[in-house]
Nanobody
């Protein structure tokens, strides 16, 4: 099993930056593709970013590409999401998720094998 714990959320103003971190337990972290999802109030959970097993490829939803950067450290069992130029529409609960094996573009929340409990990001206008 893999347990995921997110941290780093908070309240910031438009244009600010935040870095989210996700700490994973277990000895098989490098066998999981990692992703971040988010859920805004009243909306469905949506894909934000993903990184493949050895960081060779990253994926982003269009609305965050160029502003967010996902990265992972397999030695530390961590995955991070650097968020720059934050906008009010980035507000929501952010969830770290793990999927065993290769990341498939188009994967949704339901395709994940493990996920954390989330960390709240609020961007004020």
């Amino acid at each position: 099993q893999v347990q995921l714990v997110e941290s780093g959320g908070g309240l910031v103003q438009t244009g600010a930056s935040l870095k989210l971190s996700c700490a994973a337990s277990g000895r098989t972290f490098s066998k999981y593709s990692m992703a971040w999802f988010r859920q805004a109030p009243g909306k469905e959970r949506e894909f934000v970013a993903a990184v493949t097993l050895t960081s060779e490829i990253t994926y982003y939803t269009d609305s965050v590409r160029g502003r967010f950067t996902i990265s992972r450290d397999n030695a530390q069992n961590t995955v991070s999401l650097q968020m720059n130029s934050l906008k009010p529409e980035d507000t929501g609960d952010y969830y770290c998720a793990a999927k065993y094996g290769t990341w498939r573009p188009g994967s949704t929340w339901n395709d994940m094998d493990y996920w954390g409990k989330g960390t709240l990001v609020t961007v004020s206008s």
